[in-house]
């Protein structure tokens, strides 16, 4: 569902505040506050900023494990991005299309700013062997 909301100034501030430290646009954290005051059938499950939050300090730590130059996917660093499931409810499953863009965005800064792209030979990113995903090096 779509729907337009007219946001008072007051809380405009707020709202980006809270979303530029969550790492996420607005509309996720006004989902979040949503799904708290509305019970949902899925309100058991964990929202998608939670799940970055969770998804991050994953990678974080599989990459202290690295030597520099290790290659990895997201698949590889995070137990909890590999079993989020590829489609919900008969649709692709947009949380790992949107972890994996926030994570590719998030490079280069902390707290990964020692992860890069892996590039092959002719520019182009390097694709792992199995399932297409981005390839990430620790570079330091």
Do not use: H, W
């Not at 005051?37 to 939050?53: G, P, Q, V, W």
């Not at 974080?60 to 660093?77: P, Q, R, V």
């Not at 790992?96 to 092959?120: D, T």
């Amino acid at each position: 569902m779509r729907c337009q909301v007219y946001i008072p100034k007051e809380l405009e501030g707020v709202l980006l505040n809270d979303a530029k430290k969550a790492g996420v646009n607005v509309s996720e954290i006004i989902i979040r506050i949503l799904k708290k005051n509305y019970k949902t059938k899925n309100s058991e499950t964990l929202d998608y900023i939670a799940l970055k939050d969770i998804v991050f300090k994953e990678i974080e730590k599989y990459i202290s494990t690295l030597n520099i130059n290790d290659e990895f996917e997201l698949y590889d660093a995070s137990e909890t991005f590999r079993n989020i499931p590829m489609t919900k409810e008969g649709k692709p499953n947009v949380n790992r299309a949107k972890l994996g863009r926030l994570f590719g965005q998030s490079i280069g800064k902390k707290p990964f700013e020692n992860v890069e792209r892996v590039y092959i030979a002719n520019g182009n990113v390097k694709k792992s062997r199995y399932n297409k995903a981005t390839m990430f090096k620790r570079t330091k």
